[in-house]
């Protein structure tokens, strides 16, 4: 489109265009919600921002100890953030085009965290 051979009214109209196209983007980006599931029974639903909209526990999730359960919810929040960090990546490619999403890289999940130490025993080192 050769913006300079519009006239003012012919640009204002396609101002006005864009400025809807881009709300109805932005909308349609505050709205995506994904969902994660572990086979313990733990669900997890966070927004595009990866902030945790709900928790939801069976009563065989809440017989998990509490740091096996904090591991899970954890582990299906990345779960879930990545999810929706694709559905916004993929509602931005055709409006947004190649070299924004160039700029956008969707970080893999993080991996669960694996075993704590045990710190119940004390090494010494001192000599007699």
């Known amino acids: 489109m050769d913006l300079a051979a519009l006239s003012l009214d012919e640009l204002i109209a396609a101002s006005a265009e864009l400025d809807d196209r881009a709300y109805r983007v932005f909308e349609r980006l505050a709205r ?3 969902r994660a599931a572990g086979e313990t029974g733990v ?9 945790i909209t709900a928790v939801r ?3 065989e999730s809440l017989r998990l100890p509490a740091d096996r359960l ?3 919810i954890f582990r ?5 953030a990545a999810a929706a960090l694709r559905e916004g990546v993929a509602l931005l490619e055709p409006v947004a085009g190649e ?3 160039d700029l956008l ?9 694996g075993p704590e130490e045990d710190f119940s025993t ?3 080192w001192a000599t007699g």
């Open 76 to 80: 299906l929040t990345s779960e879930a």
């Open 32 to 34: 995506i919600t994904a």
């Open 70 to 72: 904090a591991a899970e």
């Open 99 to 101: 070299p924004l999403l």
């Open 122 to 124: 004390v090494a010494t």
């Open 105 to 113: 890289t969707v970080p893999p999940p993080a991996p669960p965290p």
């Open 43 to 51: 669900e997890v639903e966070v927004n595009l921002d990866g902030m």
């Open 57 to 59: 526990l069976t009563a």
